[in-house]
């Protein structure tokens, strides 16, 4: 069974730093794009950062700067490091992988979310 699971989460204070682990685990060929999306309360799921198979990276704009996304294929896992987090940083925050299983070649995945919580 092909799963995500997030880890890293937590609370911290404004100006702090915190780094999310996601790991894809199960029978997997390739692991195409991978990235991380957050919900804060009231508001919808957003893009945060996204990390191609290549190395290409793309980042909402509230987090340029402040966010970095890297991925280590060898252990197909993705990380997050936050720093200089803001309040408006909180959120529940999911990994997600597209990848090649034996399901399908592309088939998106989802990990159940960690939680952020960035006090002022």
């Known amino acids: 069974q092909v799963q995500l699971v997030e880890s890293g989460g937590g609370s911290v204070q404004a100006g702090g730093s915190l780094r999310l682990s996601c790991v894809a685990s199960g029978i997997i060929f390739g692991v195409n794009a991978m990235g991380w999306y957050r919900q804060a309360p009231g508001k919808q799921r957003e893009m945060v950062a996204v990390i191609t198979s290549g190395g290409s990276t793309n980042y909402v704009d509230s987090v340029k700067g402040r966010f970095t996304i890297s991925r280590d294929n060898a252990k197909n896992t993705v990380y997050l490091y936050m720093n200089s987090l803001k309040p408006e940083d909180t959120g529940v925050y999911y990994c997600?992988?597209?990848?090649?299983?034996?399901?399908?070649?592309?088939?998106?995945?989802w990990g159940e979310g960690t939680l952020v919580t960035v006090s002022s």
């Open positions: 997600n992988a597209d990848l090649h299983t034996i399901v399908s070649r592309r088939t998106d995945y």
